[in-house]
């Protein structure tokens, strides 16, 4: 455990599955015995360069200093690369200063069902973003929300909708933030009979504070699901961009 800066921290959560959690660079190989794994490439763009000033909340809810994969000891059971966190991190420093605070929270292959409100996954996160705020001060601006691709299919795509809408909902009540900014993802992937179901649901929210920033066309890696590490750096970018423009207006 690191000692950080006193200064109140800019608090931002980070949920929702795998491509949140970070699979940029994630490679599959062939062991001799031939079993087929994967693992991290180690490849770190400068956008996702780690900063003094930039902290992330670790899974026994210390503060230390943040690096990809963020979500290694909290999507524990996959293998994690880069994601959109450091590359929106790094933007945000360099407009408006840190220091920054990140809570990851993401687990891959998980429906929105498992995030509804008394499920692990929810209650976890609500744990963690409380604790943010009690362990050193600071303030949660926003929570990034990049989630779907396992709902993208016939028994969940309908729905989507009302689950997320219940889902905001719920975490601005429970963290007493009733107006606590959400920037989510609309879908680059996922099943390609529902995912335009579950993408007009993320696009077409009307709830006050909520904006969509759209994943679509963004590089896919080669199992044509998750964004790779050039797409993640330019994901992070626009969710930058979308929290600066619509909540920190003074930064542009």
């Known amino acids: 455990m690191m000692s950080c800066d006193t200064t109140a921290k800019q608090i931002f959560l980070l949920s929702g599955q795998s491509n949140m959690a970070g699979r940029g660079g994630v490679v599959k190989y062939t062991d001799?015995?031939?079993h087929h794994h994967k693992k991290w490439d180690g490849v770190i763009p400068p956008e996702c360069q780690p900063?003094?000033?930039?902290?992330?909340?670790?899974?026994?809810?210390?503060?230390e200093q943040a690096r990809d994969p963020?979500?290694?000891?909290?999507d524990s059971r996959k293998v994690c690369g880069v994601g959109p966190g450091m590359p929106f991190a790094n933007v945000v420093r360099e407009r408006v200063g840190g220091p920054i605070g990140l809570v990851p929270c993401a687990v891959g292959g998980t429906a929105i069902r498992e995030w509804a409100r008394g499920e692990h996954l929810y209650e976890n996160m609500v744990k963690r973003a409380k604790c943010s705020v009690e362990s050193g001060g600071g303030e949660?601006?926003?929570m990034l929300w990049y989630q779907g691709e396992s709902d993208a299919?016939?028994?969940?795509?309908?729905a989507y909708k009302g689950r997320l809408e219940k889902f905001i909902c719920d975490v601005r009540e429970d963290l007493q933030l009733p107006l606590l900014p959400i920037i989510q993802v609309a879908l680059a992937?996922?099943?390609e009979k529902y995912i335009d179901k579950?993408?007009?649901?993320?696009?077409?929210i009307k709830l006050p504070n909520v904006v969509c920033v759209d994943a679509k066309g963004l590089k896919l890696n080669d199992d044509n699901l998750h964004l790779s590490t050039e797409a993640q750096v330019q994901l992070g970018q626009m969710l930058a961009d979308a929290y600066l423009c619509h909540f920190n207006p003074s930064s542009s």
């Open 153 to 158: 299919t016939a028994s969940d795509a309908d």
């Open 189 to 191: 992937s996922g099943y």
């Open 32 to 34: 001799y015995h031939h």
């Open 198 to 204: 579950v993408r007009e649901a993320q696009l077409g």
């Open 70 to 74: 963020l979500h290694s000891d909290i």
């Open 140 to 142: 949660i601006k926003a």
């Open 51 to 63: 900063h003094p000033s930039i902290l992330r909340l670790n899974a026994h809810l210390h503060w």
